[in-house]
């Protein structure tokens, strides 16, 4: 399978504790984006990178959110002191410049995080 | 503010029935089109795009939009549902300028196939 990968699929934590959550674009993709997803709402952007370069991040995105991408290839998510209203579907989505824009963008299953 | 808007949250349609999915959205100049389909428990699966020439686009699945810059709209279309297209449906757009590719997403509308 040559998608976007999500690492772990499923996460459930306690308040208080730190999570780590990565993803694996598809291999030629050197743009590498964010999104959380809340229960009955859509995607809300958080954060990008191109290759290694992390370019924007949303408010969304508070101190306690932490992004990399080291080498250019798989990201990681982490979330420092976890608090209930971060349980969301957390998901991985890649791109490369279709026609001059990273607009189409390739989606990973997401990694759902419950915080107790 | 730039958004997207969904009208409808839910919508049930029988079997064979057509179906029409509304997406409105407010933004600077005209963005970049897309809808997405989410089944449970997975991610987003593009269903199809527009990005400039004909308003009427075709996607995947047998579905179709059609953008009207008239209405700021871009609604789906597919005039025969399969109980397969049980789905959440996202309405997204994406900026021209700046290139940054963040999308803007609706709050979805899902879809139920009544047999």
């Known amino acids: 399978d040559t998608g976007v990968s999500q690492d772990p699929r499923h996460k459930i934590t306690k308040r208080g504790q730190n999570v780590t959550f990565r993803c694996d674009p598809i291999?030629?993709?050197?743009?590498l984006y964010w999104y959380r997803q809340t229960l009955g709402q859509g995607p809300e952007f958080l954060t990008y990178?191109?290759?290694?370069?992390?370019?924007?991040k949303s408010r969304l995105l508070s101190d306690r959110f932490s992004a990399e991408r080291p080498k250019g290839s798989f990201s990681t998510l982490e979330i420092q002191r976890t608090e209930q209203g971060d349980s969301a579907m957390y998901l991985c989505?890649?791109?490369?410049?279709?026609?001059?824009?990273?607009?189409?963008?390739?989606f990973g299953p997401g990694t759902r995080l419950t915080v107790l | 503010a730039q958004s997207v808007t969904q009208p409808d949250i839910h919508i049930t349609v029988s079997e064979g029935a057509s179906l029409e999915l509304r997406c409105n959205y407010s933004y600077g100049a005209t963005p970049y089109l897309f809808w997405y389909v989410q089944s449970p428990g997975q991610g987003l699966q593009l269903l199809l795009k527009y990005f400039s020439g004909d308003t009427l686009v075709q996607g995947i699945k047998g579905f179709e939009a059609e953008f009207k810059r008239s209405q700021s709209s871009f609604n789906l279309r597919k005039p025969s549902v399969h109980w397969s297209d049980a789905a959440e449906y996202f309405c997204?757009?994406?900026?021209?300028?700046?290139?940054?590719?963040?999308?803007?997403f609706g709050q979805g509308t899902t879809l139920q196939v009544k047999p």
């Open positions: 291999s030629e993709h050197n743009r």
């Open positions: 990178f191109q290759n290694e370069a992390q370019l924007e």
């Open positions: 997204a757009v994406g900026p021209r300028r700046g290139n940054t590719g963040k999308l803007i």
């Open positions: 989505a890649s791109s490369f410049p279709l026609g001059g824009t990273y607009n189409e963008q390739f």
